[in-house]
């Protein structure tokens, strides 16, 4: 059974930073494209950051030069790292795995961790 699990979420300030970690397990992370989405109350899930299992990274235009995304595959880890935090980016954060192949597609979602960005 697969399951991915978020943490690092929590309160803090505008300009803080945090880091959310997802730890996946039944799964081989390496084959997987990773990536972080989020959702706000009121809004649709949107795209945070992705990054191919070959090592592309794309970032929502809402949070470029400010997040970062990374993966430790020994781990099966996937990093999200926050800086210059502001009340937008007050969501929870949901990590996912997705991979397809010639006749099935793959995809996998964590519980999801909240940040709040407040002073």
């Known amino acids: 059974q697969v399951q991915l699990v978020e943490s690092g979420g929590g309160l803090v300030q505008p300009g803080g930073s945090l880091r959310l970690s997802c730890v996946g397990s039944?799964?081989?992370?390496?084959?997987?494209?990773l990536g972080w989405y989020r959702q706000a109350p009121g809004k649709q899930r949107e795209l945070v950051a992705i990054e191919s299992r070959g090592g592309s990274i794309n970032y929502g235009d809402s949070v470029k030069g400010r997040f970062s995304i990374s993966r430790d595959n020994a781990k099966n880890t996937v990093y999200l790292q926050m800086n210059s935090l502001k009340a937008d980016d007050t969501a929870v954060y949901y990590c996912?795995?997705?991979?397809?192949?010639?006749?099935?597609?793959?995809?996998?979602w964590g519980q999801g961790t909240q940040v709040t960005v407040s002073s």
């Open positions: 996912n795995a997705n991979r397809r192949d010639l006749n099935k597609g793959y995809d996998y």
């Open positions: 039944g799964i081989i992370f390496s084959i997987y494209q």
